[in-house]
């Protein structure tokens, strides 16, 4: 399974990086990703506010075909590495500030990034590594603090 890949592109910017998945190490989270990726989706990636240098996509309702409570903690940490991606599923009125339901995908394009939100530290399962293209898929994701949100398309590597 190993040899399953992702990219994630930039759409306006024509910008593309790949994506090696962690098979060994997040199993059923790459099973689940790799499942709601039948068909690319294109997203709009938006700045995370508390975690530092990472930009967030929510997973479409299209693409929702597992059961996320059902997803087993895999490869968890709260400091991530520059091109890890990770999942992270906030089920309605988790949090007492915030009532809705998260599907998201992050992924981290420099130093210095943890998984901290508004009431604190929050582990995270890391299903993959961006490993062709960060530096221009970073570039990208820098813009996006200046610009605003930008549309990518995330989808299994043909």
Same mark, same amino acid.
């Given at each position: ?15 593309? $990086?790949?994506?090696? *998945? ?35 996509? $929510? ?23 520059? $091109?890890e991606m ?23 394009? $420099?130093e210095g ?43 299994? *590597?043909?």
């Amino acid at each position: 399974m190993t040899e399953k890949k992702l990219y994630l592109k930039f759409v306006e910017a024509d910008v593309t $990086g790949i994506i090696s *998945l962690y098979w060994e190490t997040a199993p059923e989270t790459c099973k689940a990703i790799w499942g709601a990726l039948e068909k690319p989706i294109q997203i709009p990636a938006s700045h995370a506010i508390f975690s530092g240098p990472e930009i967030m996509m $929510g997973l479409p309702e299209e693409a929702r075909n597992f059961d996320p409570l059902a997803l087993p903690p895999e490869n968890q940490t709260v400091l991530p590495q520059p $091109g890890e991606m990770l999942w992270f599923y906030q089920p309605k009125n988790f949090f007492k500030i915030d009532p809705d339901e998260f599907w998201e995908v992050g992924m981290f394009y $420099g130093e210095g990034g943890r998984t901290f939100g508004p009431t604190g530290w929050i582990s995270c399962t890391y299903f993959a590594r961006m490993t062709e293209g960060l530096d221009a898929v970073a570039n990208q994701c820098r813009l996006i603090r200046k610009e605003g949100i930008k549309t990518v398309e995330l989808g299994r *590597l043909a």
